[in-house]
Nanobody
Framework: QVQLVESGGGLVQPGGSLRLSCRASGIILNDYAVGWFRQAPGKQRELVAIITNGGRADYADSVKGRFTISRDNAKNMAYLQMNSLRPEDTAAYYC?????????WGQGTQVTVSS
């Protein structure tokens, strides 16, 4: 059974930082491209960052220079380091693993940026 489990969300003040983690089981995460998506209330889910199995990373323009995606293949985990957080970053964040037509989602972790 494949599972992706996110953790690390929470409440943070503007300008603060959080590190999200995505733990995979049932798959070898290194075989997959891993993406972090987010969805705010009333909005569509959007791609925030993605890292290929070769380690190449891309980011949404809104988070470039503030967020960093990474992966630890030995631990079968992926991360999203989020710095300089803004209120508009508030959303549920989801981990996604994709290889070909196969795709898996985590259950999400809430990030709230508020003073």
């Amino acid at each position: 059974q494949v599972q992706l489990v996110e953790s690390g969300g929470g409440l943070v003040q503007p300008g603060g930082s959080l590190r999200l983690s995505c733990r995979a089981s049932g798959i070898i995460l290194n075989d997959y491209a891993v993406g972090w998506f987010r969805q705010a209330p009333g909005k569509q889910r959007e791609l925030v960052a993605i890292i290929t199995n070769g380690g190449r990373a891309d980011y949404a323009d809104s988070v470039k220079g503030r967020f960093t995606i990474s992966r630890d293949n030995a631990k079968n985990m992926a991360y999203l380091q989020m710095n300089s957080l803004r209120p508009e970053d508030t959303a549920a964040y989801y981990c996604n693993a994709k290889m070909g037509t196969g795709t898996f989602w985590g259950q999400g972790t809430q990030v709230t940026v508020s003073s």
